[in-house]
């Protein structure tokens, strides 16, 4: 008798079983939907560099990868609902595969409880629940008893024509739909934890999304956004190639503050925000626009402010996480691998210094809106970047002009702190500014200085850092933020400033 182990292969074979929902559908739906799954399977390998080797058996899917670290991939795959990599392969037969789990599964299940699972197709002679039995019953005097419900070992064994394939570690994968099978939609994305995982949901429903970036802060912000995006593409995005679209709003938003009821300019903002990705999702064949909203999280998302948004655009608008509480958005975008990206990202959404409108009127809201005229939305769709979230590298989200670790001699390190923020430690000699009191007021510094402004992460401070070039001034981030910062210090054995 030949028990062919997979270890021995060069070779490491999984079996991936299709999502139910895909099996479900009519033959002919399924078939195309199986064939898209595959291809998203293959671009997600390839893309990773591994080799990848993929047939149909029955709901299930034979896939033969060259490297361990394939499995994870496939794990993210949208459109399987497990994968399981195959542990030992032996003849279809009953004395075979009693040799395997005595061979291969006693010490496994010993002290402890098992179940043993059977999906047979095209074997005849035997019925899957005598598989079952059989073999439990050899596994049975080395364990702490059968357990259906909840074992603490289950052993699996596909039962095919071509011989018995063993596993006990079945790994959840995506689930969902194949991403593409559902159309294309256009994202409206922040950078916050919000809109990735609201993404993330209709990348699940078979939708291929690109998203929209609607700038208000510069470069350095774009930058942050892109590297939240890009996290979620090279993660999930697999089938397809999606864009970042990013839109310069900073002239609408000086129009909004000049023309629109300040307590309506949040609620204006949002409705050429939507306007805006209306155009842009009719350019690139995009059916819907997607959000992060959800309800009364913030003022522009209470019930009447959402109506007074959606009634600007015509195309529907399809929010996801409408019923979430901000614990459980943060908690999917760990899962979702977004998060570290997302916490470090300060919005500029909110431009509504005090007493934003809460109960919306569309007809106001509308009224407001026009005051704007839409030459300005065409205009910065007209001096919109494109960018390929799939391919763009980690140092493309730096810029050497903006980011530094070297502190000169005449360097004057500036802490750029939020309201009621604490310092537990600065820089020898520094000083510190509130970060929103010294965006509007840096002009007031002295431009003969370089200036080292330093905030938690290193973002909040490379904007304003943009802003004093721009103005002339020798303005830099320091790279990694203010934890950089103090390891610097502590190699350099800095002395603390004096009390």
């Not at 909110?350 to 409108?357: G, M, R, S, Y």
Request: charged residues 25%; proline residues 3%; contains cysteine.
């Amino acid at each position: 008798m030949v028990i062919e182990e997979h270890l021995i292969s060069t070779k490491i074979d999984i079996v991936a079983r299709i999502a139910p929902e895909v099996s479900l559908k009519s033959s002919r739906v399924c078939k195309a939907f199986v064939q898209r799954l595959i291809r998203n399977m293959k671009d997600a390998c390839t893309s990773h560099g591994f080799t990848v080797d993929i047939r149909q058996d029955g709901g299930r899917l034979r896939v033969q990868v060259d490297q361990m670290a394939a499995v994870p991939v496939l794990e993210r795959i949208f459109g399987l609902h497990s994968v399981a990599i195959i542990q030992v392969r032996c003849a279809p037969t009953i004395e075979a595969m009693r040799e395997v789990v005595k061979t291969h599964y006693m010490d496994l299940v010993a002290g402890k409880t098992f179940a043993v699972r059977c999906q047979r197709n095209k074997v005849a002679g035997m019925k899957s629940c005598d598989v079952e039995r059989d073999l439990g019953a050899v596994l049975y005097p080395a364990s702490a008893g059968v357990s259906l419900k909840n074992p603490e070992v289950q052993v699996s064994l596909d039962l095919r024509l071509d011989g018995a394939h063993f596993y006990t570690d079945r790994r959840h994968a995506g689930g969902g739909l194949p991403i593409g099978v559902e159309g294309r939609a256009l994202c409206l994305i922040s950078g916050g934890f919000d809109s990735a995982v609201a993404a993330w949901y209709l990348l699940r429903r078979g939708v291929e999304l690109d998203f929209m970036f609607c700038n208000l802060a510069g470069a350095a912000y774009e930058r942050s956004v892109m590297s939240v995006t890009a996290a979620l593409a090279k993660r999930w995005c697999y089938g397809y190639r999606p864009k970042l679209f990013s839109v310069p709003f900073n002239d609408i938003v000086s129009e909004i503050r000049t023309k629109t009821k300040e307590n309506y300019s949040q609620v204006v903002l949002k409705r050429l925000m939507y306007k805006a990705g209306e155009k842009l999702a009719a350019k690139i064949g995009a059916e819907a626009l997607i959000t992060g909203e959800a309800v009364g999280q913030v003022s522009s998302q209470t019930l009447h402010n959402l109506r007074a948004i959606d009634d600007a655009v015509e195309i529907p608008v399809f929010r996801p996480l409408i019923g979430f509480d901000k614990e459980e958005i943060i908690a999917k975008s760990r899962f979702i691998g977004t998060q570290p990206f997302s916490e470090h990202v300060k919005e500029y959404c909110n431009i509504t210094p005090k007493f934003p409108v809460t109960k919306g009127v569309v007809g106001i809201a509308r009224a407001e809106d026009r005051k704007v005229d839409e030459s300005f939305i065409d205009a910065a769709l007209s001096e919109m970047k494109t960018t390929e979230m799939r391919s763009i590298e980690g140092d493309e989200l730096l810029s050497d002009f903006l980011f530094t670790r070297e502190i000169k001699d005449d360097s004057v390190v500036v802490h750029c702190v939020d309201k009621d923020e604490h310092l537990s430690w600065q820089w020898p000699g520094s000083q510190t500014y509130d970060a929103e009191q010294l965006m509007k007021n840096f002009t007031k510094l002295n431009k003969d200085n370089n200036y080292i402004l330093v905030c938690s992460y290193g973002l909040q401070s490379a904007v304003l850092a943009e802003k004093m070039q721009d103005r002339g001034y020798e303005a830099y981030s320091y790279a990694g933020g203010l934890g950089e910062l103090r390891k610097s210090s502590d190699s350099m054995n800095l002395e603390p400033p004096k009390e």
